[in-house]
Structure formats: structure tokens, C-alpha cells
């Protein structure tokens, strides 16, 4: 593993070594089929077994519910933006979206293409340091349902606990799916890009409730209604096989870490060592409240630019890699997914401390 550094990039992102080593096995010869896993037909009882091995995984770690649905869809997270609405809005209808971020941004425009969207709740103002307590919104009474972007990756925050309504919920949970517990019986469409907290990018899961597939307006495209893959158990067409084997592998890890309680303690053990460093003095500043703080993404300040330039270049060179922040906020930011291993926080904060002693603000 010498060859390997902490890689705290927010997407892709770091996965657990043992699924890496077996997938390059699988790609060259899956299965002793004498195929690489990227060779065989989708049709195949091997990777149909893969396919649902995979949904039997999630199922079981998520609790979903039998009457929800696992998609493996292609698009990317993006694509959800406009699937959603399409699928569940049109002429007259409204739905209920928190902006808490760029994410939650693009997903609004998106759902202006096709319903009345009310947006009572923005932290733009705030550079989206924080995401809203249960009473600062309210959820129209004629929504048909409220979108929340559970972790918001760029500014490091997250949502504490869900959303009160008594709408339906919609989530967009890419950059913290499995990395606590849900219920997703409160839900009727959660989706994740995969490339975050789950493997590789290329596919996008999708949970959706088995009465939302006979709420799309007869004139969606066939590709774009969540109908088409629901029916087809995600085989319409051609799926991402590649990365629905590898979210697969990653599912079996989790589960031999003990499941989604355990992974739950690891990250607020591993983020409590982080914001414990920020915390400890003025030198490092954290960039979300502390209320809404994420355990995935810590987006965090320098004193000065120059400060904050210098501590991203010495932390590379000795293998703290991908600790720039996303170019709308500036400075540093740790992403610390389920598969980012506790020992390169460990190391992270041990380098803060010594830039600190070594590079005193002016
Ligand atoms: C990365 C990200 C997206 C976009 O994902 P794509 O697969 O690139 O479309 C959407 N939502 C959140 C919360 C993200 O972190």
C-alpha cells in the first residue's frame, strides 16, 4: 500500500483498498469466466448476480422498505434535478425546496422548468454556512412534496435530523448516503451520485416509493420516466456495470465494518478529531455553524490566502492529498467519506498543529 496517499478529494473520492485490488482482479477475469467483469454480457447470470446482490445489500443496510424501489440509473446525480420534477410536477403543480447550497441551487432551477417552486429557506446570503433549525421555513400546504440536500458538500454542512413536514421528503443525500441511519420509510425519492460515499462515478442510485411510478405525465420520454427502470429492474438498457459492481463490493465492506451504526460512530469519531483541531484555537476557522456542521466535508479557513496556499502544497508533499476547497468558498476543505481511513485524519491533524507552530499568523 506504499504506493497510496490520504486522498481527501470530495468526488471522486477515496475507496476502501480492498474493493480497489479486487476490481482490478474482476476486470481482467470475473469469476474464473476467463471475461473481464466489463466484457460480460449485462444479461449474464454472473452479473445479474452482481446486480442484485447489490440491491439485497443496500436493502438490508438501509431497512428499505418493501414497498420502495433501488434503481441503478445512469446521468449522474444532475440528472435527479430534472427526473424529479418531470416526474412528479407539471402545469398547476407546486413543490418546496431548501437552498442550502449550489446543489440545492441547480436543483431548484431545474424544478422551475416544470411546477411553481417556493423556496422558503436560503443560506446564500451566509455563503451557505449553515442549513435552517425546523421553524425557519414553513412547507406550503399544496406542495407535493419538500427537497432538502441532505449534506452539502462544497460548504460542509449537513442536516442534523430530517426535515419536519408532513410532505412527502425528497432528498438528494450523494455526499452522506449510508454514512448514518435514515428512515427511509419518510421519504418518497432518496438519490445519491455514487461517486461520493459509494464507488465509483457512472451511476446514481435511486430509492424511490412504488405509488410515485404512476405519477408521471404520459408524455415523459421513456429514459427519463422512473417507471421504464423500475419495471426493468434497471436492465431497459445497458447499465454502468462497472460501477454497480464496484457500489456492490463497497456495500459487502460496509458490511463486514459492522453495518451503518458502525460506520455512524467511525465518522463522528473521525470528524470529532477534525473540528477538535479547529476548534482549539483562532488559527483554523471552520467555514459551516456549528450546528450545522457535516462529518463528511470540513470546510475550513486559514489567516490569508497565501497561508491557506502553502498549507494545501506542504500537506501534499507528504501525502495529504486533495485538501483544496471548492473554488466558491476558497481554503481548505477534508473529505472524509465512509472509506477515508481514521489513521489519515489522525495524521491531518498532527500536520495542522505543526503548521500552526511553524507558520504563526502575522
Ligand atoms: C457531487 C454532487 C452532485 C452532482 O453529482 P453528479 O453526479 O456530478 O451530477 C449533486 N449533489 C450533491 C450533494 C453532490 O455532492
Not at 447499465?239 to 457500489?247: A, D, K, R, T
Not at 471548492?326 to 485524519?345: D, K, L, Q, W
Amino acid at each position: 500500500m506504499t504506493d497510496r496517499v490520504f486522498n481527501f478529494s470530495p468526488g471522486p473520492a477515496t475507496l476502501p483498498y480492498e474493493v480497489l485490488q479486487k476490481a482490478g482482479k474482476d476486470v481482467v477475469n470475473f469469476q474464473e469466466t476467463g471475461i473481464g467483469l466489463i466484457e460480460i454480457s449485462h444479461r449474464s447470470k454472473e452479473f445479474m448476480s452482481v446486480a442484485d446482490e447489490a440491491e439485497a445489500n443496500l436493502r438490508e443496510l438501509m431497512q428499505i422498505p418493501d414497498n420502495y424501489k433501488v434503481l441503478f440509473l445512469q446521468g449522474g446525480a444532475s440528472s435527479q434535478f430534472f427526473m424529479i420534477p418531470m416526474n412528479f410536477l407539471g402545469e398547476g403543480k407546486k413543490a418546496t425546496y431548501l437552498n442550502t447550497g449550489t446543489w440545492a441551487k441547480k436543483a431548484i432551477k431545474e424544478a422551475k422548468l416544470f411546477g411553481e417552486i417556493d423556496v422558503p429557506y436560503s443560506s446564500e446570503e451566509a455563503s451557505f454556512n449553515r442549513v435552517p433549525k425546523q421553524d425557519e421555513y414553513t412547507v406550503a400546504e399544496d406542495s407535493e412534496y419538500l427537497y432538502y440536500v441532505s449534506n452539502n458538500t462544497i460548504y460542509g454542512t449537513e442536516f442534523p435530523e430530517l426535515p419536519k413536514t408532513d410532505k412527502m421528503l425528497i432528498s438528494d443525500m450523494s455526499s452522506d448516503i449510508l454514512s448514518r441511519p435514515v428512515d427511509v420509510s419518510k421519504f418518497g425519492l432518496i438519490f445519491a451520485g455514487a461517486q461520493k460515499n459509494l464507488g465509483p462515478a457512472g451511476v446514481t442510485v435511486v430509492i424511490i416509493r412504488e405509488d410515485l411510478l404512476e405519477k408521471t405525465p404520459a408524455n415523459t420520454p421513456t429514459m427519463l420516466s422512473y417507471k421504464t427502470h423500475a419495471d426493468k429492474g434497471s436492465m431497459f438498457n445497458t447499465p454502468p456495470c462497472f460501477s454497480i459492481y464496484v457500489v456492490g463490493e463497497v456495500l459487502k465492506w460496509l458490511k463486514q465494518q459492522g453495518g451503518i451504526d458502525a460506520m455512524a460512530k467511525i465518522n463522528r469519531e473521525k470528524a470529532a478529531l477534525l473540528y477538535g483541531a479547529i476548534d482549539s484555537s483562532d488559527y483554523y476557522r471552520g467555514h459551516a455553524e456549528k450546528e450545522s456542521r457535516s462529518l463528511m466535508n470540513i470546510a475550513f479557513n486559514l489567516p490569508t490566502p497565501e497561508l491557506e496556499a502553502k498549507f494545501i502544497a506542504e500537506a501534499a508533499a507528504v501525502d495529504l492529498n486533495g485538501l483544496k476547497g471548492h473554488r466558491s468558498i476558497g481554503g481548505c476543505r477534508a473529505s472524509i467519506y465512509n472509506a477515508f481511513p481514521v489513521e489519515g485524519v489522525v495524521k491531518l491533524v498532527e500536520f495542522m498543529k505543526d503548521f500552526k507552530a511553524k507558520n504563526p499568523a502575522a
